[in-house]
């Protein structure tokens, strides 16, 4: 089945997700999920840089927090990237901007921010290392690095449902495929000491609906994944079948609207001074 005209013109071959419209309103509800570890660690006059921006959800929240200093959000995905920063143009927002850049090789001096901040990167990239070493570079001295990974092997799903855990299975098929590591958030302190920061700090947390009210949204944006670029690699590399595929939809959005069980999947948490 070709679902190309389904697919966002901004899709990238180089995002596991790619940037189905279905995809990108996960991305937004997942990135919400993250203002409570970041904004905590800002202060107004900071200079900060968010790889893997995205369609920059938590960047420009970032921006309120750092009304002082200037925040920059990179992405290697260019159609992306002039979507964000003409939303900034259509705002009041001054401190803001987005560039693009590749994690491995950023556009910048040595010692240039106060803050970096990545989640949800690192799993879909082919060398985190190098990434974590050039954001050790470009941070200042003291600087802060902050880290929201994935541990995709860490999946709760009560009661246990064979098609949900099958699902879990298939996305991380698909990350491998693409170069990625899906529990790579299990691995951010030896990839902060690796690149010479110190002060690590190391959390686990799970992403899961917190309240009754988010229970439809959350588990509609677990079954969007499927309806993307995913889906498509599924179908090509025939790990399943499009019925296959629209059952395990059908079983994330039963799971939300009748709430008739649980998924929750853990993350870490890594944070380092460089």
């Given amino acids: 089945m070709n ?3 389904d697919i966002d013109p901004s899709a990238g071959d180089d995002y596991t997700f790619g940037y189905h419209r279905h995809v990108l309103n996960y991305l937004t509800y997942r990135a919400k999920k993250s203002f409570d570890f970041v904004l905590p660690h800002l202060k107004p006059e900071m200079e900060v840089l968010e790889c893997g921006c995205g369609p920059g959800i938590v960047t420009f929240e970032i921006a309120k927090k750092a009304v002082n200093g200037s925040v920059t959000g990179v992405d290697i995905d260019k159609d992306l990237i002039d979507s964000n920063n003409k939303r900034v143009n259509e705002t009041t927002v001054k401190n803001l901007k987005f560039e693009v850049a590749d994690v491995h090789e950023l556009p910048y001096r040595d010692n240039s921010f106060d803050v970096v901040y990545m989640q949800a990167l690192l799993v879909h990239i082919r060398d985190p290392a190098g990434a974590i070493r050039e954001a050790h ?3 200042k001295d003291n600087g802060l690095i902050l880290l929201k990974e994935p541990v995709m092997d860490r999946i709760i799903i009560s009661p246990e449902e064979p098609l949900l855990q099958e699902a879990n299975e298939l996305i991380q098929k698909v990350i491998i495929r693409n170069g990625g590591e899906p529990s790579i958030g299990r691995k951010l302190w030896p ?9 690590i700090q190391m959390y686990s947390r799970w992403e899961q609906p917190d309240t009754p009210d988010e229970w439809p949204g959350f588990y509609e944006g677990w079954a969007n994944l499927y309806k993307g670029r995913i889906g498509d690699i599924i179908l090509q590399e025939g790990w399943a079948d499009q019925k296959r595929i629209n059952d395990i939809i059908r079983a994330y959005k039963n799971l939300g609207k009748n709430r008739t ?3 929750g999947s853990s993350w870490g948490e890594g944070i380092g001074r460089k």
Avoid: N, P, T
């Avoid at 990839?191 to 002060?199: E, I, P, Q, T, Y």
């Fill in 3 to 5: 679902r190309e005209k």
């Fill in 137 to 139: 570079r470009v941070l």
């Fill in 191 to 199: 990839l902060l000491s690796g690149a010479g920061f110190r002060d």
């Fill in 261 to 263: 069980g649980y998924a």
